[in-house]
């Protein structure tokens, strides 16, 4: 099917539409963006230079994608912002470009970024992520695939939240989150493994337990965090959910969220 631009929008000369893109009215398209096949823009959509959008996404009233980060340091680089598959992003969502330091803020495919949430500068989001309504995240924030991130959680700066974890609303994180878990509070506290979210995806019972006793062995033993690395590489079966949390916790630079953290 034809691309239809409503005539209340408008698309700068520079810009790339795939077949079957629905601009609704009002929106503004900046020189240089790039719009894949079949996505859908409501009414007010921004889409700033250099932000590449990949197919069959749907993108709701007044998200402003692409713009200027909100970093003293930035001078005006040529940096971007790349949204892959099948993602929904809901009304007045805004997603910054990178910075000078990466170049990139990055989107995968099949996310659902809910209404008012905030993607700062150099954010990298994995592939079927949840972030639900007005979730703030700092500079360099990165979420891996299938995490979930409950309403109005404030993000800081260069924390990680691991893989099929899942963190509840109104909480503020200030150190990585261990993949497969879940974080309650407040304060923000590891709560268990999320045993529910493993289920729903088809986790087998022997992963399942396996991951509540490397839970147990992290959160609730004598062992601090590295003690704790080693028990898992010395005395687990290497699995790769095993694989994925050593590996995690190995690259942490502000430290794992454990039991008896306090709000910073």
Known sequence: M?????????VEPGVELGENVNVGPFCVLKSGAKIGDNCLLYPGVVIES???????????????????????????????VEIGDNNIIREFVTINRGTQATGLTKIGDGCLIMAYAHIAHDCRIGNNVII?????????????DFAVVGGVVAIHQFVRVGRFSIIGGGLRITKDICPYIMVAGPPAQPAGINYVGLKRHNFPLETRTLLKRAYKVIFRSKFNTSEAVRELETNFPQTPEIKAIIDFISLSKRGLLKLGAKDD
Do not use: R, W
Not at 2 to 10: L, M, N, Y
Not at 50 to 62: D, Q, R
């Open 2 to 10: 034809p691309t239809i631009i409503h005539p209340a929008s408008i």
């Open 50 to 80: 250099n932000t590449i959008i990949g197919k069959n996404n749907k993108i709701f009233h007044s998200a402003v994608i692409g713009g200027f980060p909100q970093d003293l340091k930035y001078k005006g680089e040529q940096t971007f």
């Open 132 to 144: 639900a309504n007005a979730v703030n995240m700092g500079g360099h924030v990165e979420i891996e």
